[in-house]
């Protein structure tokens, strides 16, 4: 088990130190909504852009190309950034709580229908911070830096292992009370089968003893 943590750890932070974080393209239709999900570790700064994509370029784009962003986490309706009829912008917090949190865009009914390219990155951990202005605010050279980096990937590394741990953890335990249930049922379902067996021996005896056929 220790090795598959070693492994998941290993690319993660593949992903996590990655210096470029790609972003992708989806489509919205009129009066239709489409959410991303990104599960996110408590304490942990994430960061996500959005902007509609023009198509026709060179040109305004459309008054119908705006779209209303919405994020929140699973299951909660306050929202951790809210934005209406807007055709680009950006959002940055703190996961207070860990969890799936979501991203969710919608675009107003319109007629005739419209198609809304829309272009979305979502940076979680040590990519969602502004390192260019963490150099710049702390006038440090570019060694002083690229350690200030290094140091947030190491401690952002060493609290995801605690995470898969506990994880793991939770997930025996979870192991542990199914197996406990199953063998209760399987226990319950034994014998009510075997009292309804009972039952029927009983039940057909009684009725050849009355029949005097034994």
């Known amino acids: 088990m220790n090795l598959q ?13 990655s210096p470029n974080v790609q972003s ?20 942990s700064m994430t960061a996500g852009h959005y902007s509609v994509v023009n198509p026709n370029e060179g040109q305004p784009l459309p008054e119908s190309h705006k779209i209303t ?3 929140t986490r699973f299951y909660e309706e306050n929202y951790y950034y809210l934005s209406e009829n807007v055709q680009s912008g950006q959002f940055a917090f703190q996961a207070v709580e860990a969890g799936d949190y979501l991203a969710c865009f919608t675009v107003v009914d319109h007629q005739p229908p419209v198609k809304i390219s829309v272009e979305f990155d979502w940076k ?12 710049k605010k702390g006038s440090v050279d570019a060694m002083e830096y690229e350690l200030k980096k290094l140091a ?16 793991e953890r939770e997930m025996q335990e979870l192991n ?3 197996n406990s249930r199953i063998a209760w049922l399987s226990l319950l379902s034994l014998f009510i089968c075997l009292s309804v067996t009972g039952i029927q021996v009983w039940h057909l005896k009684s009725f050849f003893e009355k029949k005097k056929l034994i």
């Open 152 to 167: 947030d990937t190491i401690t952002l590394i060493h609290e995801e292992m605690f995470y898969l741990r506990e994880r």
């Open 124 to 135: 979680p951990g040590v990519a969602a911070k502004d390192w260019s202005n963490v150099a």
């Open 24 to 43: 992708f393209r989806f489509e919205l239709e009129s009066g239709h909504s489409k959410c991303v999900a990104e599960d996110i570790k408590i304490n």
């Open 5 to 17: 943590i070693f492994i998941i750890c290993m690319v993660t932070n593949l992903w996590v130190l």
């Open 69 to 71: 962003v919405k994020v």
């Open 176 to 178: 542990k009370q199914t």
